[in-house]
């Protein structure tokens, strides 16, 4: 009894400490880890990196997951399809080479914005980012008032 309580034990704790990894016995499946978030098509390739790289990172298993984007000096030029985020919360784009923010007016639950280093953004694009946002976006000073 004792040796079986004990083999028990020690497949619970081999188990636990591969949740990352498919675990296999006799070639059945024991135990498969939930895939990552793959359900999103992005045209530009820095933005496409830097989701693929958060996704990694975050272990995101469903769009909705993802809250914070973090993608500064990635060469980033269009932000078409980031809209699969809907609950992005906190994206820094910073130093990129956006022109065309206007994706960013329909996250609903954006707080924070970081746009500096972008040089070529429409100021009138900014100012309606500034009207919806809690807190100002962060952007160049090229649209001062």
Same mark, same amino acid.
């Given at each position: 009894?004792?040796?079986?309580?004990?083999?028990?034990?020690?497949?619970?704790?081999?188990?636990?400490?591969?949740?990352?990894?498919?675990?296999? /016995?006799?070639?059945?499946? $024991?135990?498969?880890?939930?895939? &990552?978030?793959?359900?999103? @098509? %992005?045209?530009?390739?820095? *933005?496409?990196?830097?989701?693929?790289?958060?996704?990694?990172?975050?272990?995101?298993?469903?769009?909705?997951?993802?809250?914070?984007?973090?993608?500064?000096?990635?060469?980033?030029?269009?932000?078409?399809?980031?809209?699969?985020?809907?609950?992005?919360?906190?994206?820094? /784009?910073?130093?990129?080479? $956006?022109?065309?923010?206007?994706? &960013?007016?329909?996250?609903? @639950? %954006?707080?924070?914005?970081? *746009?500096?280093?972008?040089?070529?953004?429409?100021?009138?694009?900014?100012?309606?980012?500034?009207?919806?946002?809690?807190?100002?976006?962060?952007?160049?000073?090229?649209?001062?008032?």
């Amino acid at each position: 009894m004792r040796t079986k309580n004990l083999l028990a034990g020690l497949v619970i704790l081999l188990l636990a400490g591969c949740e990352n990894y498919q675990v296999t /016995l006799n070639q059945r499946e $024991l135990y498969s880890p939930p895939a &990552l978030f793959t359900d999103y @098509q %992005l045209t530009d390739a820095g *933005l496409r990196a830097c989701i693929r790289q958060t996704i990694i990172d975050q272990s995101i298993l469903s769009a909705e997951q993802l809250t914070t984007l973090v993608c500064t000096y990635s060469g980033i030029e269009t932000l078409s399809g980031l809209g699969r985020f809907t609950q992005l919360k906190t994206i820094n /784009l910073a130093n990129n080479q $956006l022109k065309n923010i206007k994706p &960013l007016l329909f996250f609903g @639950q %954006l707080q924070r914005l970081d *746009l500096s280093g972008n040089l070529h953004l429409d100021c009138a694009d900014i100012k309606a980012l500034t009207d919806l946002l809690p807190t100002a976006p962060i952007t160049s000073p090229s649209c001062s008032d």
